[in-house]
């Protein structure tokens, strides 16, 4: 056993993240995946992101749940059970209004989530379970391609979701290898409805990732706080700074954490160090943005076909719904 193994073993540290920490800290550009983003801490701070009035993509969203769900419940197949699958479920908050749509519409369905954070499945399944009566709820703290190959063959209709925009968490050339086996996993009778943040006005997109009230800078910062916590690094918070860009014309809003002094870092759990130069960034997050054409060819690549894209009044945010399509199988 290596020193970095046995270090591991000893506090209880996920071998499997702190190697990727390792491994995104070595590299030229430095990174460290947006997955860390969400502990108990990044869980509280991004509800407050939902709440900010700059940030516009959750209630661009709520909004279209709320005016298409009944639409939705349409296009389900009622004479079998139906398995409404969640990845990254979040908190419920904006699922409740398709779920009560759905209840409504008589349609028999067991609600699962899937997220890999258990604090916010334990949050999701207590607001769910609050607001719709007699609901059948099983809340999965899973890897997604695990689960979903378990439920492969499934002779239920499933409508599989992956709102937000997580999508936009990967380039989109990883969406598309993301995404091609996701329909590797579905049936032709399956449904996929994906959320996709909207190109729109730079300054938008810019403000609600840079808010004035620096909410979402506490959110990328926490990132480093947990490196504390867990990995005991001992970063100082107060040496960085919160660096937001978005590029209008390739959709990506890019986050950077830039280290305003030349410093070194130890992590003591994984007993390491690295130096970063003043000046020196660490890639955090991509949020991608999506025009209709954009999200044409997305969904044409990775073997869907567009059945309807519900947009929000502002036309800032879809919720799009897709089937694989047959004739390229």
């Not at 955090?284 to 999200?295: C, L, N, P, R």
């Amino acid at each position: 056993m290596n020193q970095l193994n046995e270090s591991l073993v000893e506090t209880q540290i996920d071998l499997q993240n702190a190697q990727e920490i390792k491994n995104g800290l070595s590299e030229i550009p430095k990174h460290i995946s947006s997955k860390f983003f969400y502990d108990e801490v990044g869980d509280e701070i991004f509800k407050e992101i939902m709440r900010c009035e700059h940030y516009y993509p959750t209630k661009a969203e709520e909004e279209i749940l709320i005016l298409y769900s009944q639409q939705l419940a349409k296009q389900i197949d009622k004479t079998k059970k139906l398995q409404i699958i969640e990845l990254g479920a979040g908190d419920g908050s904006k699922i409740i209004h398709l779920l009560k749509a759905f209840k409504e519409a008589n349609i028999d369905f067991i609600y699962q989530p899937i997220d890999i954070s258990q604090n916010i499945l334990d949050e999701l399944e207590k607001n769910v379970s609050s607001e719709i009566k007699d609901i059948e709820i099983k809340a999965i703290c899973s890897d997604y391609f695990d689960y979903l190959a378990q439920e492969q063959g499934s002779d239920e209709q499933k409508l599989l979701l992956f709102l937000g925009g997580n999508i936009g968490n990967m380039f989109p050339i990883e969406a598309a290898e993301f995404l091609e086996k996701i329909n590797s996993l579905l049936s032709p009778k399956d449904l996929f409805l994906v959320g996709l943040d909207l190109k729109k006005n730079p300054r938008i997109i810019q403000n609600a990732y840079n808010d004035p009230d620096g909410i979402t800078k506490r959110f990328n910062l926490n990132l480093l706080e947990r490196m504390n916590r867990e990995f005991g690094a001992d970063f100082n918070i107060q040496s960085f700074s919160h660096y937001p860009f978005y590029d209008p014309i390739s959709g990506s809003m890019k986050s950077y954490l830039i280290s305003e002094e030349k410093q070194i870092v130890t992590f003591k759990h994984l007993n390491w160090q690295f130096a970063l130069e003043k000046d020196e960034c660490i890639f955090t997050e991509v949020s991608q943005k999506y025009s209709f054409d954009d999200i044409e060819e997305l969904a044409s690549k990775s073997g869907f076909k567009i059945i309807n894209n519900f947009i929000d009044s502002e036309g800032y945010f879809t919720d799009s719904l897709w089937q694989k399509n047959s004739s390229k199988q």
